[in-house]
């Protein structure tokens, strides 16, 4: 566990991405094997889950460091990170503690299995064991919340170092679904038993958004171009008689989507297609928002079925007959691709047709129209491409369309977190419903640090109320939104939801009595649908 402290805070303490790579190396190089597996488990997303509520946490660290409970509160909502706060007000700096990393995580899984008088006695005993660093990552264990500032990217170019095998196989072999408790590392990187291989994704490739002028991009006649899906990304396996879904998160999605078994039939085993999950019905991707009624429940009922079916928008084929595609050209791939779909020839399984264009000004004609086919713009790639592993710019370039804009009224502020842990950053926006202000949407980020702290002057200075960490203030200050995408929402008492709310820019010019209504924002839902059909 020490061992596994020092490398997060040696990590923490550089911006250099060599430096963490040279740091993962050299703990790769000391941890034992059980160590290395769950620090790739804990790299890869892979932590286990909570085990004890945040107000439990809070209350044991207040009683240890005989302080009152709102005075630890307030001490958390300053610092901005529950672990970090533990670590920094609990006493003691003893650092006893020496055992492996795989120990401590043990402990977390099984503390779910005690009475709160054990769980209570177990945590404060390992706090005072531990240093403040060590305290600091116990706790990230505890809460679930593990997160520290490097990519898994960076851990297998890590991992490849010390293993000698090749980044990109590694990058396949951590893909799915196994667990750290179940398999050892040896089996992990090296040999992994036939089931698990069987259902394995592979690692995604993925597009940088378009940062110069298109036109530069050279030759029209060497891009593919296709419309930006507004979906959920995935890949679907069809091997020895099993169909497999993966979202892009590394979750295992088959049972969510039942309308894509009779894929499992239908496709050759030795099948893996790339595309985007989408509501569809009548020849026409539906709004994303619908959706979102499928994601996060266990079961699906008939009636999300109905309202919200689903189809695979698919544009590319990764393995074909068992064999992998991916050191092919785009051109190749989408080939076998096009005449697979027209084969199987199901509602559920769509090709995402290309874009035809022949100069640069003619596909940004397309772009413009994105929004009528309820996609976020195009995707444009090389011809000649390979399906590479991440992210690798010149080949594969997202040109998603202008934001959707809207100007609201600031209404609440919370505190933000991590450096921002001292300044209302975190806003609620409203917009006008007759002499009301209802809010409609939240965004934290979009201001400069100089525009951040005159904003956090104002919150200060004009409170109306306060609940908990939130302030209402004066309603004064309108801003302007900026949003991918809208639709009805019932949960939202405003009665629609935004996609991808950000802070466009502080409009000092506009008082509030200009800021838009929700009449407004209605009338925008129903342009967009007048347009989709």
Not at 52 to 69: G, H, Q, S, V, Y
């Amino acid at each position: 566990m020490q061992r596994f402290a020092q490398l997060i805070e040696r990590m923490d303490a550089t911006t250099s991405t060599n430096e963490k790579v040279q740091a993962l190396t050299d703990y790769f190089e000391l941890a034992p094997e059980s160590d290395k597996l769950w620090t790739i488990a804990l790299l890869s997303h892979r932590r286990p889950k909570r085990s004890l509520r945040t107000t439990d946490l809070k209350a044991w660290a207040a009683e240890e460091a005989n302080i009152p409970f709102w005075l630890f509160d307030e001490c958390h909502h300053i610092v901005g990170d529950l672990s970090e706060a533990i670590a920094l007000v609990v006493p003691g700096d003893t650092n006893t503690d020496t055992g492996p990393l795989s120990e401590h995580i043990e402990l977390v899984i099984a503390l779910k299995q005690f009475d709160e008088a054990e769980r209570h006695a177990r945590v404060v005993d390992m706090w005072k064991r531990l240093d403040r660093i060590g305290r600091f990552v116990f706790n990230k264990l505890i809460t679930g919340g593990f997160r520290i500032g490097v990519s898994q990217k960076l851990m297998v170019r890590a991992l490849s170092k010390h293993t000698g095998v090749a980044e990109d196989e590694l990058a396949h072999q951590l893909m799915g679904n196994w667990d750290p408790q179940s398999t050892s590392f040896h089996d992990l990187v090296n040999d992994r038993d036939g089931g698990t291989v069987r259902s394995r994704p592979y690692p995604f490739c993925l597009a940088y958004a378009v940062e110069v002028e298109v036109g530069t991009l050279g030759d029209p006649s060497e891009w593919i171009a296709e419309h930006k899906w507004d979906g959920i990304r995935g890949q679907l396996i069809v091997r020895d008689g099993e169909l497999y879904v993966w979202s892009r998160g590394e979750e295992l999605v088959t049972d969510k989507y039942p309308e894509y078994a009779v894929l499992r039939d239908a496709l050759p085993n030795g099948t893996v297609l790339d595309g985007e999950i989408l509501p569809w019905r009548d020849d026409m991707p539906l709004p994303f928002q619908l959706l979102q009624t499928r994601i996060g429940r266990k079961t699906v009922s008939q009636r999300a079925l109905k309202e919200a079916p689903v189809a695979l928008v698919a544009y590319d084929l990764l393995e074909w007959e068992g064999n992998d595609l991916r050191s092919e050209s785009l051109a190749a791939r989408r080939a076998l691709l096009k005449e697979l779909v027209q084969k199987i020839d199901l509602p559920v399984l769509r090709l995402s047709e290309e874009v035809g264009f022949t100069s640069w000004n003619e596909l940004a004609e397309e772009r413009d129209r994105s929004r009528e086919k309820r996609s976020e713009g195009l995707m444009i790639k090389r011809r000649d491409s390979e399906y590479h592993v991440g992210r690798k710019k010149g080949d594969w370039w997202k040109w998603k369309v202008d934001a959707l804009t809207i100007d609201g009224v600031l209404l609440y502020a919370q505190r933000g977190h991590g450096r921002r842990a001292d300044l209302y950053t975190d806003f609620t926006f409203a917009v006008w419903k007759g002499e009301e202000l209802v809010p409609f949407a939240k965004a934290y980020s979009g201001l400069t640090d100089i525009e951040m702290k005159k904003v956090d002057a104002y919150v200060k200075a004009n409170t109306k109320e306060r609940f908990g960490p939130v302030r209402s203030v004066v309603p004064k200050l309108v801003f302007e939104i900026a949003f991918e995408g809208i639709g009805l929402s019932p949960r939202h008492k405003s009665g629609v939801a935004l996609r991808f709310p950000r802070i466009h820019r502080w409009r000092t010019d506009k008082p509030i009595e200009e800021a838009n209504s929700l009449q407004d924002l209605m009338d925008l839902i129903d342009a967009r649908a007048k347009a989709a059909k």
